[in-house]
Structures are given as structure tokens and as C-alpha cells.
């Protein structure tokens, strides 16, 4: 798990007085978290669909925005909202030496934005050498943000 070898690393480097401060999401139910990421505003979407620009600008390729659409949905196995771009039709992207075609329908995988408890989520701190958890959410229980010494 990233989030793991992230705090862990992040530990690796704080001295024995040291703590720290960190906001996660928490589980909510799927029909919420798809909302927000499929917001009526399209700026999720926006924001996903830029990859494609990045990825032209990097590697001299010809993504065309508008043969892409935004797909995200919830992974409850794997607790993470999970962001794609779908080929609204049979693509071809080329770039200097190479190409590759995409057939109607198939997806890149572009994010996993995970959820967490809020036991899971200090269980994780501890395991990563941070204990002593204070944390704090909203009145729904939508967002925690946790203070956490260095053991």
C-alpha cells in the first residue's frame, strides 16, 4: 500500500520530538463519493481529462481531448474511488516512434483516491511509527484530520 510507505518513509525522516498533522477522506456511502467525483460541474472531469494535455505536451503524442470521457466510480474492495478516461471510440494515439490503438470503451486508469475509517486510519499511523492519535472530523463524518507524535 502506498499510503503505508509513505508515512513510513515520512517517519524515517522525523526526529524522535517530532509529529504530525494529516487530513484523510472517510468512507461514505458510494452514491456520495460518486457524486463528487462525477460533480454536475464537470470540474473532476476537466481536471481528469488533463492528463491527456500533459501527456501530449511530455511525449509529443496526439491525444484529442474529445475522443475521451471521464468515468469514476467507487471500488468498495479496495475502498478508493477510482478515476478513468473511456475511448468514446476507436482511437489511435501516435508519439516519435510508436502508437497504440484503443478500442471503443477501454479505459486508462488514471487515480485512486482511497477512503479510510477512522480506526483504520490511526491502525495505519501506528503501524507506520506515529502514535498517540488525536484526530477530529466534521459533524457528518465526512473528513478526519489526525495529530500523531513520532514513537
Not at 44 to 69: G, Y
Request: with cysteine; charged share 20%; hydrophobic share 40%.
Amino acid at each position: 500500500m502506498q499510503a503505508a510507505q509513505f508515512l513510513s518513509r515520512l517517519r524515517s525522516q522525523c526526529g524522535a520530538d517530532s509529529a504530525l498533522l494529516i487530513g484523510v477522506d472517510l468512507v461514505k456511502a458510494p452514491e456520495i463519493l460518486e457524486a463528487a467525483y462525477n460533480d454536475p460541474l464537470g470540474i473532476t472531469s476537466a481536471f481528469n481529462l488533463n492528463v491527456l494535455n500533459h501527456t501530449n505536451m511530455l511525449l509529443d503524442s496526439n491525444f484529442s481531448i474529445s475522443d475521451w470521457q471521464h468515468v469514476a466510480f467507487f471500488n468498495t474492495e479496495q475502498s478508493c474511488v477510482e478515476m478513468h478516461l473511456e475511448a468514446r471510440r476507436p482511437v489511435m494515439v501516435q508519439w516519435p516512434g510508436g502508437e497504440r490503438a484503443f478500442a471503443q470503451g477501454e479505459r486508462i486508469h488514471t487515480e485512486n483516491s482511497y477512503k479510510y475509517t477512522r480506526h483504520g486510519f490511526t491502525e495505519l499511523l501506528a503501524s507506520c511509527g506515529f502514535g498517540d492519535a488525536v484526530c477530529w472530523s466534521d459533524d457528518a463524518q465526512r473528513f478526519l484530520v489526525c495529530y500523531a507524535r513520532a514513537i
